[in-house]
């Protein structure tokens, strides 16, 4: 006796196949919606970050100097005193940035450091092998940021005064320990 098949027990019906489409599209977008690519975002200097994103960036390897120009929208990095300064292609936040040091009177001068490309000069700073680098306050859009030489993260301070007397208080404590040098 032979068993006559329907056609319809043979293959999946068009609306069969729409409802696994659909639990497979749902599946999918519920979970991977979620995730993205891990882009490696790096973030624009600010003076609060200044330190580290250079010491994190691929052209530090130790020692070297950031300079920026064009009031502080085009910066470079050199790796050493005879190296040649290369572009830094990220985003940089320190546009009409002043800088400030503490002069030997104790009191608080701009700084002037001349031109590059036959442009101002506006920031300059240093970075040394030990992880020192060069103290600096930096005053952008009415706010001070103090830099200090030595491993200790940079500070916002309402006012020069404020950013005076961590200077003060931060180069007695260095000239105390022997051991950071």
């Known amino acids: 006796m032979q068993k006559k098949l329907d056609k319809s027990s043979k293959a999946f019906s068009l609306i ?11 599946v ?6 979620g995730i993205e690519k891990q882009v490696k975002k790096t973030k624009a200097i600010t003076p609060l970050n200044l330190k580290s994103t ?3 960036s691929e052209l530090f ?27 830094y292609k990220e985003s940089v936040d320190l546009e009409e940035i002043k800088v400030h040091t503490l002069d030997s ?10 031109r590059y490309q036959d442009e101002k000069v506006c920031l300059l700073i240093e970075f040394y092998k030990n992880g020192s680098s ?6 952008k859009d009415d706010k001070f940021y103090f830099l ?29 320990q022997g051991e950071f040098y």
Not at 28 to 33: C, E, H, I, K, V
Not at 105 to 114: A, I, Q, S
């Open 105 to 114: 009177f104790d009191n608080f001068v701009e700084l002037e450091y001349g």
């Open 61 to 87: 390897q130790g020692k070297g100097t950031f300079m920026c120009i064009n009031k502080c929208k085009s910066c470079y990095l050199r790796r050493d005193i005879y190296s040649p300064f290369e572009e």
């Open 16 to 26: 069969e196949l729409l409802i696994v489409i659909i639990i497979i599209s749902l």
């Open 54 to 56: 250079i010491i994190n």
């Open 148 to 176: 200090p030489s030595f491993f200790k993260e940079p500070k916002e301070v309402k006012s020069l005064d404020e950013a005076k007397e961590l200077w003060l208080k931060y180069n007695s404590t260095v000239a105390s």
């Open 28 to 33: 999918y977008f519920l979970g991977f919606s």
């Open 134 to 139: 060069t103290q600096l306050v930096l005053e």
